[in-house]
């Protein structure tokens, strides 16, 4: 457990600190494809996100924990921090891809 808690730190820091440069047009054609969401004050809960956990970070959410949202691809994300979500808007597609590895190693 303190292993996974400590590649999911390094994870984290990694996205945090990462350059954004890239392709304009491309992350341009993205960011279309990415809707904002109302902030979590609006009463959101685990069971309407697409998944229960932060496609950024990883982290578990709850109803509780949701502190903001985005729709991408038609389906709403739940974030734990605003900077998870921002992160997140920058790559989706990797996020997610990301975290379906993880939760295949996670399973088997």
Not at 42 to 59: E, K, Y
Not at 82 to 106: I, N, R, V, W, Y
């Amino acid at each position: 457990m303190k292993i996974l808690m400590g590649m999911l730190t390094i994870l984290l820091a990694i996205s945090l600190t990462s350059c954004g440069g890239g392709n304009e047009q491309a992350e341009q054609g993205e960011h279309q494809m990415m809707q904002e969401a109302a902030p979590a004050k609006m009463d959101i809960s685990v069971d309407m996100l697409a998944t229960n956990m932060d496609p950024n970070c990883g982290m578990k959410l709850t109803t509780e924990s949701i502190k903001d949202t985005a729709v991408y691809e038609g389906k709403l994300y739940g974030f734990c921090s605003s900077g998870c979500k921002e992160s997140f808007k920058k790559d989706p597609q990797a996020k997610l891809s990301a975290m379906e590895q993880k939760m295949k190693e996670t399973h088997q």
